[in-house]
């Protein structure tokens, strides 16, 4: 059963709200959603440390791939959604294309690419991929779980 924060509890990592943020889905707002994501986690520390040191940078690097990804194979705008969780921080972009991703072949011989995909199902505790329905508008939620 759900209950309030109640005395020293109130500053507890649940105090810590939900960050939202919408960008353009041009190059530079892969940089956006990475400050973003900077700024949720240093509130976030100061009220729940990480259990490990690695914890902020796997997800600041989950949230910079899944950023790139929607503004290299979906046009236009994208949304960036991180909330804390039991035990860790669920992450969702939302992008315009409905396609799922999938993984391609790493060749690092040819400029690299394809291991993004990769790296999401490595570091990630849990993934899903929720396309819209029929009627709505076409897009795609990519939802991730990370420890923190």
Same mark, same amino acid.
């Given at each position: 059963?759900? *209950?309030?924060?109640?005395?020293? /509890?109130?500053?507890?990592?649940?105090?810590?709200?939900?960050?939202?943020?919408?960008?353009?889905? /041009?190059?530079?707002?892969?940089?956006?959603?990475?400050? *973003?994501?900077?700024?949720?986690? #240093?509130?976030?520390?100061?009220?729940?440390?990480? *259990?490990?040191?690695?914890?902020?940078?796997?997800?600041?690097?989950?949230?910079?791939?899944?950023?790139?990804?929607?503004?290299?194979?979906?046009?236009?705008?994208? /949304?960036?959604?991180?909330?804390? *969780?039991?035990?860790?921080?669920?992450?969702?972009? #939302?992008?315009?294309?409905?396609?799922?991703?999938?993984?391609?072949?790493? #060749?690092?011989?040819?400029?690299?690419? @394809?291991?993004?995909?990769?790296?999401? #199902?490595?570091?990630?505790?849990?993934?899903?991929?929720?396309?819209?329905?029929?009627?709505?508008?076409? @897009?795609?939620?990519?939802?991730?779980?990370?420890?923190?």
């Amino acid at each position: 059963m759900a *209950t309030e924060p109640r005395g020293n /509890e109130a500053l507890s990592s649940w105090a810590i709200p939900s960050r939202t943020a919408r960008f353009a889905g /041009e190059p530079h707002d892969v940089t956006g959603a990475r400050l *973003t994501t900077e700024e949720f986690l #240093h509130d976030l520390a100061r009220a729940s440390p990480p *259990t490990a040191p690695e914890c902020w940078h796997d997800i600041v690097l989950i949230v910079t791939e899944l950023a790139a990804n929607a503004v290299q194979y979906a046009p236009g705008p994208f /949304e960036l959604q991180l909330r804390r *969780t039991f035990d860790g921080v669920h992450v969702t972009v #939302h992008d315009t294309n409905s396609t799922p991703p999938t993984p391609r072949p790493f #060749h690092p011989d040819s400029g690299g690419g @394809g291991i993004g995909w990769y790296l999401v #199902h490595t570091l990630c505790t849990q993934v899903s991929v929720v396309t819209a329905d029929a009627g709505q508008e076409p @897009g795609k939620d990519v939802h991730v779980f990370l420890p923190w």
